[in-house]
């Protein structure tokens, strides 16, 4: 924890970064014997740092800001904020973070599948995937690790089936995707997402699929 004197420290040193910001170049005086002369004034262009990298960190599902969104054929929930809306083929409506790290994603797919049918095929489906571990498997979720990329890229995925209303079938299915590492922001993400879910359109109960 920064204490008082460190934080005036702090402080001081983001005013003089944003002056120097301000004024786009950085005025420094050579020690020169003190001869008459006058100080000579080099002018140089300040070096600029890059950016943080926002997902450099685990993913605070905390600090996020949800929004409520309507998407593709049937669905409204709320999801982060800055996480931009991406309509795709089959019913499949994705909010990916700019850093392409995290995503969620519905699928607006009413079947008569339940969802214990439905978390029992997806897991066969993926049983190919390179480093496949099944973290836990009940009658609603399935939660799963893998690695892409040749295997050097680890990935968490958090896939969640919606009961149709009349308890027949599914309405939805949405998926959170990131690393292992963001497992507890992905469970907030998961869980706004579906306590929010509303099928729309008349989407509210489950069809052949």
């Not at 944003?18 to 004034?41: H, K, M, N, S």
């Not at 960190?57 to 998407?71: P, R, Y």
């Not at 579906?194 to 359109?201: I, K, R």
């Amino acid at each position: 924890m920064l204490t008082p004197r460190h934080e005036a420290l702090l402080a001081t040193l983001l005013g003089m970064t944003v002056g120097v910001a301000a004024f786009g170049i950085y005025v420094g005086v050579r020690d020169e014997p003190l001869t008459g002369a006058r100080p000579q004034i080099v002018a140089t262009t300040p070096v600029q740092k890059p950016s943080p990298d926002p997902a450099a960190g685990a993913l605070d599902g905390t600090a996020l800001t949800f929004v409520s969104k309507t998407f593709g054929p049937g669905g409204q929930a709320l999801v982060p904020s800055d996480w931009p809306q991406d309509e795709r083929a089959n019913d499949e409506t994705r909010f990916e973070h700019p850093s392409s790290v995290w995503m969620i994603r519905f699928v607006n797919s009413p079947s008569r599948r339940d969802t214990d049918r439905q978390v029992s095929d997806r897991a066969k489906k993926v049983r190919n995937q390179t480093d496949l571990r099944i973290v836990s498997e009940d009658d609603t979720t399935l939660v799963y690790t893998y690695t892409r990329n040749a295997g050097k890229e680890p990935r968490m995925v958090l896939s969640r089936w919606i009961p149709a209303i009349d308890g027949e079938g599914t309405l939805a299915e949405i998926t959170v995707a990131g690393r292992p590492e963001d497992a507890a922001g992905m469970a907030i993400v998961l869980a706004k997402a579906t306590e929010s879910y509303q099928p729309v359109n008349g989407s509210a109960s489950g069809q052949p699929g």
